[in-house]
């Protein structure tokens, strides 16, 4: 099984302050990552697909790279309505998620 | 629009059984995979389960190999989850969620409400 590390486990942000989120896997994924939104109550949402691709409709300020087994989710300029929960998942092999980011405005 | 609507969740004691459904619209349903994936109350999302489109190929987590059996209906626009031997640590909210192609490796891009399923005595 393919383990995700992800850290923080937990941040507390200002608005307009720029967020960065890691992922690292137990072994190389290639490019094989997603990154998923999670508010309150919700389900998940797909932000990012296979590392750095975008997605219609989700905002520009998020943004993803990495390769192998390191990977960055970026959210520019914090904006209230991003506290939420961030969850990366490969798909390289069975599917495994990591354990999640929280992010709290401050 | 794509719609996911999750549903047969509920209390059941340990040994039990269970079955949920998700009714799909909105798209091509028989062109993408499926898969189910949960969430223990206040803990991460855990993939469980997943299916083709054309319902010949599954796929399923370690931790419910043996117990749970994916299905589709493609005639009715539904994927099930049939839920055996449940055990206290498959409490969760389980969502649906459609795979961005047919191949079930692929990210997941919409999801449903979810549904909870309860297991204790």
């Known amino acids: 099984e393919i383990v995700l590390t992800q850290s923080p486990d937990f941040q507390s942000v200002t608005p307009k302050e720029k967020v960065t989120i890691t992922c690292r896997a137990s072994q190389s994924i290639g490019t094989g990552l997603h990154w998923y939104q999670q508010k309150p109550d919700q389900s998940p949402k797909l932000l990012i697909k296979?590392?750095?691709q975008s997605i219609s409709g989700v905002p520009s300020r998020f943004s993803g790279s990495g390769s192998g087994t390191d990977f960055t989710l970026t959210i520019n300029s914090l904006e209230a309505e991003d506290a939420a929960a961030y969850y990366c998942?490969?798909?390289?092999?069975?599917?495994?998620f990591g354990g999640g980011t929280k992010v709290e405005i401050k | 629009e794509v719609q996911l609507l999750d549903s047969g969740g509920g209390l059941v004691q340990p040994g039990g059984s269970l079955r949920l459904s998700c009714a799909a619209s909105?798209?091509?349903?028989?062109?993408?995979?499926m898969s189910w994936v949960r969430q223990a109350p206040g803990k991460g999302l855990e993939w469980v389960s997943a299916?083709?489109?054309?319902?010949?190929?599954?796929y399923y987590a370690d931790s419910v190999k043996g117990r749970f059996t994916i299905s589709r209906d493609n005639s009715k626009n539904t994927v099930y989850l049939k839920m055996n031997s449940l055990r206290a640590e498959d409490t969760a909210i389980y969502y649906c969620?459609?795979?961005?192609?047919?191949?079930?490796?692929?990210?997941?891009?919409?999801w449903g409400q979810g549904t909870l399923v309860t297991v204790s005595s």
């Open positions: 969620a459609k795979v961005t192609s047919g191949w079930y490796l692929d990210p997941l891009d919409h």
């Open positions: 909105g798209f091509t349903f028989n062109t993408y995979a």
């Open positions: 299916i083709s489109g054309s319902g010949g190929a599954t």
């Open positions: 998942h490969q798909s390289y092999s069975s599917p495994t």
């Open positions: 296979y590392a750095s």
